[in-house]
């Protein structure tokens, strides 16, 4: 059964960091484009980071380009977000989730297949 886990979610201050991990069972994660999302209350759910499976380039959103880092440790079958100099506005719940059919990794979340239950981050001083 394809599974994945996130985990490493929390309630941090402005200015602190965080690392997700997105725990892949039943599959290996290395042959799938990985993309972290996330959803705060109100609003759609978007496009954080990817990594494609191809040749693990990584794309950004604009907003958190120059403080979150995403990559992969294959021997754990994990995926990795880190997230520095975190603001509120960074406030969500973070999913990862799975593709296979593109050589780079798209921002849209119609296009993955396989998604994790997701973890709350929560920014607040």
């Known amino acids: 059964q394809v599974q994945l886990v996130e985990s490493g979610g929390g309630l941090v201050q402005p200015g602190d960091s965080l690392r997700l991990s997105c725990a892949a069972s039943g599959f290996t994660l290395d042959r799938y484009g990985i993309g972290w999302f996330r959803q705060a209350p109100g609003k759609e759910r978007e496009g954080v980071s990817c990594?494609?499976?191809?040749?693990?380039?990584?794309s950004y959103a604009d907003s958190v380009k120059g403080r979150f880092t995403i990559s992969r440790d294959n021997a754990k079958n994990t995926v990795y977000l880190q997230m520095n100099s975190l603001k509120p506005e960074d406030t969500a719940v973070y999913y990862c989730?799975?593709?296979?059919?593109?050589?780079?990794?798209?921002?849209?979340?119609?296009?993955?297949?396989?998604w994790g239950q997701g973890t709350q981050v929560t920014v607040s001083s």
């Open positions: 990594i494609s499976s191809s040749d693990d380039s990584t």
């Open positions: 989730a799975a593709e296979s059919k593109y050589f780079y990794c798209p921002f849209v979340p119609g296009e993955y297949d396989s």
